[in-house]
């Protein structure tokens, strides 16, 4: 099980750029798949971006295609998400989170599979 601290959340322009860092304790991070989900007020939470233990795969949800990108360091333990080209419609709060399996060939987009979450961070897009 790794431990999850997310950062770089903040209040930005419509059109501008903000990356998040997700900081994972544990010895099992680079054997993980990792996801970004995010959860806007009175919405369900919904999948945002993956990646695979070796960050040679990713997966977007359509809203964030060609505007998000996912990497993770695996020397640095860290997975991030670069957002440009941010909307009004993108504020929410951003988790990341850790698929349990080892070495999966599949990322999943749902948040039933991922077992250990970050507390969150706030990112809000002023239109």
């Known amino acids: 099980q790794v431990t999850l601290v997310e950062s770089g959340g903040g209040l930005v322009q419509a059109g501008g750029s903000l990356r998040l860092s997700c900081s994972a304790s544990g010895r099992t991070f680079s054997m993980n798949n990792m996801g970004w989900f995010r959860q806007a007020p009175g919405k369900e939470r919904e999948f945002v971006a993956g990646i695979n233990w070796s960050g040679g795969s990713t997966r977007y949800a359509d809203s964030v295609k060609g505007r998000f990108t996912i990497s993770r360091d695996n020397t640095k333990n860290t997975v991030y998400l670069q957002m440009n080209s941010l909307k009004p419609d993108d504020t929410a709060v951003y988790y990341c989170?850790?698929?349990?399996?080892?070495?999966?060939?599949?990322?999943?987009?749902?948040?039933?599979?991922?077992?250990?979450w970050g507390q969150g961070t706030q990112v809000t897009v002023s239109s």
């Open positions: 989170a850790a698929d349990p399996s080892y070495y999966s060939s599949f990322i999943y987009d749902t948040s039933a599979r991922f077992k250990s």
